[in-house]
T-cell receptor, first 114, second 117 residues
């Protein structure tokens, strides 16, 4: 059974800092890994999707890496801004006949102080 | 293009009552998913529709939950009778009907916040 863990659970940084969020998963047989952002009271916004054959994906100030063999992914946020404050969720899609369900971590709550 | 929409945004009911949640996926998306996040826990998968058929309902907690997707468009999730532990946020997601599961991006709605008293 796939399990996803995110560390740290919460993080507070001053504006302008570069930061790294961590995600680990127990079963390396995955199709892809997705990073989401959730603002309070809102839905999930997809940030980056990394396929199992890829090592990283970039979008603006965000860079996500994937090391499938070790079951790890990181989300790097450069030059953080107060608008980056949100909960960041990592989710994997495991290989398995017919299954497309995502398995989520519990998230990292990020606060960027102005 | 409209995103995934869910109704209602909030619902407060008493234990034993019935509640029906609705999800409208992105137009043209064959895949529709229900997930939920109960207090203090991570988001968990409930079930997956492909058009009007249930492809995977392995995450449904018990027979008090009934999901339908008549006509392969919008979906409803009914909880009857509701229990205290059903409180949480229910998310719906949709994706295009592609056979390449590894490339699939699921788009999430804003969720319905359910509180059972």
């Amino acid at each position: 059974k796939q399990e996803v863990t995110q560390i740290p659970a919460a993080l507070s940084v001053p504006e302008g800092e570069n930061l790294v969020l961590n995600c680990s998963f127990t079963d390396s047989a995955i199709y892809n890994l997705q990073w989401f952002r959730q603002d309070p009271g809102k839905g999930l916004t997809s940030l980056l999707l990394i396929q199992s054959s890829q090592r990283e994906q970039t979008s603006g100030r965000l860079n996500a890496s994937l090391d499938k063999s070790s079951g790890r992914s990181t989300l790097y946020i450069a030059a953080s801004q107060p608008g980056d404050s949100a909960t960041y969720l990592c989710a994997v899609k495991s290989q398995g006949t017919g299954r497309r369900a995502l398995t989520f971590g519990s998230g990292t709550r990020l606060q960027v102080q102005p | 293009e409209a995103g995934v929409t869910q109704f209602p945004s909030h619902s407060v009911i008493e234990k034993g009552q019935t509640v029906t949640l609705r999800c409208d996926p992105i137009s043209g998306h064959d895949n529709l998913y229900w997930y939920r996040r109960v207090m203090g826990k991570e988001i968990k998968f409930l079930l997956h529709f492909v058009k009007e058929s249930k492809q995977d309902e392995s995450g449904m907690p018990n027979n008090r939950f009934l999901a339908e997707r008549t006509g392969g468009t919008y979906s409803t999730l009914k909880v009857q009778p509701a229990e205290l532990e059903d409180s949480g946020v229910y998310f719906c997601a949709s994706s295009q009907g592609t056979g390449l599961s590894r490339q699939e991006t699921q788009y999430f709605g804003p969720g319905t916040r359910l509180l059972v008293l």
